[in-house]
């Protein structure tokens, strides 16, 4: 800046001897236009662009020689949104980039299938030591402008019910974004013995009642039917209750009275939730107290 000023009087001094007898209003007009030069030269400002999104960075590891390539996932736990990388054979580090601030989980898929993934939790943090008792997820906070750091997802011992499946990305990229879905919980099924009191056993449909709703899924037997299986049932409670097809009027449920053994002295004619889990058939729930007072079931629903 000195410099320029110093230009700038130099320049006026030449000025003021070259023009000799000039009038004021001559001078005057010369150095405003020296001063007009000289600030169209100077060059103008770059704007700065505000910094929106953070970053999150760490190791990577694998329970086994050598490291497969992973796809590195930073799960916003407020959203359905994702986003990850995809990182080479035997890498040892990651980045993503592009997070817009909040708070995320993050979850790193051994490729290609993904059935196997590492965690950063409070179990990792402690150091995967048989004391550590807490495999709590730690949440991670990105920042606009900000990288955190030592985010490393190496808790490679958690079973794969405690992390969300591996999400659908591009191969062809290397990083990137989308929504995750999580995919339905797997169905499961109640199964169990038929009985009536009476010579041969009719058809019947056996009916499993959603505790707490109004739904419920059955299954149609043929007569001298001594087994049953009702499938595709959501994880949840149900009420189990056979009805013989054709005359609804004496049902048989899954009551207390049942384990009990149905005798005279078993007065306990209250149905028994069964709980259905993912994928499993949960065996011996036998609808066969057909002793209970009227009423004590639910109506037969329509076929």
């Known amino acids: 800046m000195k410099r320029k000023i110093w230009i700038l009087f130099v320049v006026m001094a030449i000025l003021l001897s070259a023009c000799g007898g000039q009038p004021a209003e001559d001078l005057d007009t010369i150095v405003q236009s020296t001063l007009q030069a000289l600030t169209a030269q100077a060059p103008a400002a770059t704007p700065t662009t505000a910094v929106t999104t953070g970053s999150v960075s760490g190791k990577l590891s694998y329970p086994s020689q050598g490291i497969p390539a992973q796809l590195v996932v930073a799960f916003n736990v407020n959203t359905d ?7 080479a ?14 708070t995320y989980h993050v979850v790193s898929y051994a490729l290609p299938d993904g059935k196997l993934a590492g965690r950063y939790d409070q179990f990792y943090l402690c150091g995967l030591h048989q004391g550590c008792t807490d495999s709590s997820w730690v949440d991670v906070q990105v920042q606009a402008g900000v990288v955190t750091s030592d985010v490393d997802p190496g808790n490679w011992y958690i079973g794969s019910e405690n992390y969300p499946p591996m999400p659908a990305f591009d191969v062809s990229q290397t990083s990137g974004s989308g929504i ?16 009536y009191p009476s010579s041969g056993i009719p058809p019947m449909m056996v009916v499993a009642f959603e505790v707490g709703s109004q739904n419920y899924h059955y299954v149609l037997t043929l007569p001298d039917t001594s087994t049953y299986q009702i499938n595709d049932l959501p994880p949840g409670t149900y009420y189990v209750v056979a009805y013989t097809q054709g005359d609804l009027s004496l049902p048989g449920g899954y009551t207390q009275a049942v384990p009990c053994g149905l005798l005279a002295t078993c007065t306990d004619h209250s149905l028994i939730p069964v ?10 729930i036998n609808p066969g107290d057909f002793y209970a007072p009227d009423g004590t079931f639910p109506s037969a629903p329509a076929p």
Do not use: H, N, R
């Open 89 to 102: 054979q035997d890498q040892a580090t990651y980045q993503i980039d592009g997070l817009p601030p909040g």
């Open 180 to 195: 995750y879905f999580a995919p339905m919980p797997a169905s499961g099924g109640i199964a169990g013995q038929l009985s």
């Open 275 to 284: 709980e259905v889990k993912s994928g499993e058939v949960t065996q011996g």
């Open 81 to 87: 949104d994702y986003y990850w990388v995809q990182t």
